[in-house]
């Protein structure tokens, strides 16, 4: 699932549901990265998705949804805990070799997702749904493990 979700989040619009105070959802739309192990995002300090990551970092991550030609539809979801990226190093990496964006500044905030769940839905040209999920905690009927952000789970 790694590789789909790659290509459907990194560097691409997506749509990040956050929890403001009164306890309702707000979305946000964002362009995440994907690097080193990491699912992280830069925001610009003024934006509320900095005081509602802050406060309750439950996130979900929703790619856009879009039809390619002789590819079937996919939508990729992925859900956890987001936190700020504390350390400097791994920040300037991070902005300097991964997203490598002039609008990243010093003062951009550096959140890194945690993928506690991750949703791939794909349906064929004959609308036939395929729903393969992730979760780090269950193992395999098989024994076998998958990787997400360098963390073993399974595939269902």
């Known amino acids: 699932m790694a590789a789909p979700g790659f290509k459907r989040l990194n560097r691409k619009v997506a749509y990040l549901a956050t929890i403001k105070k009164d306890g309702s959802p707000r979305l946000h739309p964002v362009t995440p990265f994907i690097g080193n192990g990491l699912l992280f995002m830069f925001t610009e300090p003024s934006s509320p998705k900095i005081s509602d990551l802050r406060r309750d970092g439950r996130y979900a991550l929703h790619c856009s949804v879009d039809r390619r030609e002789g590819e079937p539809l996919i939508e990729?979801?992925?859900s956890g805990v987001a936190q700020v990226m504390s350390n400097a190093d791994v920040r300037r990496q991070?902005?300097?070799?991964?997203?490598?964006s002039p609008v990243?500044?010093?003062d951009y905030v550096m959140f890194e997702f945690r993928v506690d769940n991750a949703l791939l839905v794909e349906y064929d040209d004959e609308?036939?749904?395929t729903v393969r999920r992730w979760h780090p905690h269950a193992p395999r009927k098989d024994g076998q493990t998958t990787a997400v952000n360098n963390r073993a789970g399974t595939v269902e």
Do not use: D, Q, S
């Open 104 to 106: 990243v500044t010093n």
């Open 76 to 78: 990729f979801l992925v």
């Open 94 to 100: 991070a902005a300097e070799e991964i997203a490598a």
């Open 127 to 129: 609308g036939k749904r």
